[in-house]
């Protein structure tokens, strides 16, 4: 998953840190996603995780207008 991918990065590069991490997040982490709550968390989870780490740094990408939702799972 994206929390474990991105914890076990920090734990492995705890010691020798990079100058910068790039993660790169939606803007559903922002204004949520009513058909996909678990996309729009784990990308809120990125963002915070760049807001407490100095290191890191955060991009809010927008959907892209030809972009379609991904199917819901029901």
């Known amino acids: 998953t ?3 991918s991105v914890t ?5 590069l705890r ?11 939606s803007i559903a982490g922002v204004f949520g ?4 709550p678990d996309y729009a968390y784990a990308n809120a989870w990125l963002d ?4 407490r780490h100095p290191h890191a740094i955060s991009i809010r ?3 892209a207008a030809t972009a379609k939702a991904l199917p819901v799972k029901t």
């Open 2 to 4: 994206l929390f474990r």
């Open 33 to 36: 996603d009513f058909a996909q």
């Open 61 to 63: 990408w927008p959907l």
């Open 48 to 51: 915070q995780y760049a807001a």
């Open 15 to 25: 010691d020798e840190p990079p100058a910068r991490v790039i993660l790169f997040s």
């Open 8 to 12: 076990l990065l920090d734990k492995a």
